[in-house]
């Protein structure tokens, strides 16, 4: 009984951390934390455990660790002697943790570490263009409006709204192909 | 005067500035300006600013322009200060695009694999469609 109930603290715990630090909730404090989850525990004692599972938390997520270093890395720390180490309840939680949500924190550091604008939307539509003013036939033909959404995380988008002829569609797909070439030969060597 | 005063309301209404900005600025730039001129100035703005400035930005959505130039960059990104293990390829767009009045801005966006796969996607289905049009 005891122990389900440990369990399910330490993972509130390791949730409202990640939150905190990957997930950009402001909402969530160290005061939260202790009193929803640990009231029992004194401030230092919860101080110590939220910064100790805080550091095991950005240890695992800035090495990325797959399944085998997540392993030998939790080993290591359950062996430690003296106050630093991890039970096997911490660690087992800790484990469970990352499989989880390995996925979504690392999605999260993705995007942090973008800093240009990314593109958060595409509408587009086709236009028959039937008469001109300027009378001329090489302005007949389909016409395409493209509305892309940019932003930035946090910040409102940005609308583009740009119009392309036949041509000048046909010029940014061969691009893009080339594009694709040099992602497909990345891939390939990795 | 007139001119001048067009010059000021737009540029004003770009940069949303309030009306106690405007009056600083102004001030700062000529000693001429009467208190009085300045209060008027102060109230139009004021009242109309925000108005102006919505305006603007409206009509810099509804403007549409040309892509003139597409430039690109496939890129890895190995490590931040948050992530040392990031390892994430990326591809990093910059468009050189020309508005009606003639003016030339760049755009610059990154995006993920993915992400760029199905812009590309997006892009075929609209040739696509301009074919059978």
């Given at each position: 009984?005891?122990?389900?109930?440990?369990?399910?603290?330490?993972?509130?715990?390791?949730?409202?951390?990640?939150?905190?630090?990957?997930?950009?909730?402001?909402?969530?404090?160290?005061?939260?934390?202790?009193?929803?989850?640990?009231?029992e525990l004194s401030q230092e004692e919860f101080k110590a455990l939220h910064d100790k599972m805080k550091g095991l938390l950005k240890s695992i997520a800035t090495a990325d660790m797959d399944h085998a270093q997540l392993e030998a890395f939790l080993t290591a720390q359950t062996r430690k002697q003296g106050g630093g180490g991890v039970s096997a309840e911490q660690a087992a939680a800790l484990s469970r943790?990352?499989?989880?949500?390995?996925?979504?924190?690392?999605?999260?550091?993705?995007?942090?570490?973008?800093?240009?604008?990314?593109?958060?939307?595409?509408?587009?539509?086709?236009?028959?263009?039937?008469?001109?003013?300027?009378?001329?036939?090489?302005?007949?033909?389909?016409?395409?409006?493209?509305?892309?959404?940019?932003?930035?995380?946090?910040?409102?988008?940005?609308?583009?709204?740009?119009?392309?002829?036949?041509?000048?569609?046909?010029?940014?797909?061969?691009?893009?192909?080339?594009?694709?070439?040099?992602?497909?030969?990345?891939?390939?060597?990795? | 005067?007139?001119?001048?005063?067009?010059?000021?309301?737009?540029?004003?209404?770009?940069?949303?500035?309030?009306?106690?900005?405007?009056?600083?600025?102004?001030?700062?730039?000529?000693?001429?300006?009467?208190?009085?001129?300045?209060?008027?100035?102060?109230?139009?703005?004021?009242?109309?600013?925000?108005?102006?400035?919505?305006?603007?930005?409206?009509?810099?959505?509804?403007?549409?322009?040309?892509?003139?130039?597409?430039?690109?960059?496939?890129?890895?990104?190995?490590?931040?200060?948050?992530?040392?293990?990031?390892?994430?390829?990326?591809?990093?767009?910059?468009?050189?695009?020309?508005?009606?009045?003639?003016?030339?801005?760049?755009?610059?966006?990154?995006?993920?694999?993915?992400?760029?796969?199905?812009?590309?996607?997006?892009?075929?289905?609209?040739?696509?469609?301009?074919?059978?049009?």
């Open positions: 009984m005891a122990n389900a109930e440990a369990t399910k603290s330490l993972s509130g715990l390791l949730n409202g951390i990640s939150q905190v630090v990957y997930h950009n909730n402001t909402e969530i404090t160290e005061e939260l934390l202790k009193n929803e989850l640990y009231p943790f990352w499989k989880s949500q390995r996925v979504r924190v690392r999605e999260s550091l993705l995007s942090q570490s973008r800093w240009e604008p990314s593109l958060r939307g595409l509408s587009w539509r086709v236009d028959l263009q039937t008469a001109s003013s300027h009378g001329d036939a090489d302005h007949s033909g389909p016409v395409a409006l493209m509305e892309l959404e940019l932003g930035r995380a946090g910040q409102d988008s940005e609308f583009v709204c740009l119009e392309f002829d036949e041509t000048k569609v046909n010029q940014v797909l061969k691009k893009m192909a080339d594009i694709q070439e040099s992602i497909d030969r990345i891939v390939h060597r990795t | 005067m007139i001119r001048f005063l067009l010059l000021t309301f737009r540029s004003s209404g770009k940069s949303n500035v309030s009306g106690d900005e405007l009056v600083a600025k102004l001030e700062k730039s000529s000693n001429n300006w009467a208190k009085a001129s300045l209060q008027v100035l102060h109230r139009v703005w004021s009242e109309q600013g925000a108005l102006v400035h919505a305006q603007q930005e409206a009509q810099a959505m509804l403007s549409v322009g040309q892509l003139v130039d597409l430039q690109w960059k496939l890129g890895m990104s190995v490590s931040s200060d948050t992530c040392r293990s990031l390892n994430s390829p990326y591809v990093s767009l910059l468009l050189k695009v020309v508005e009606p009045s003639g003016q030339i801005s760049q755009k610059c966006l990154e995006m993920t694999v993915p992400q760029f796969q199905n812009f590309h996607k997006q892009f075929k289905e609209v040739a696509a469609v301009m074919e059978t049009v």
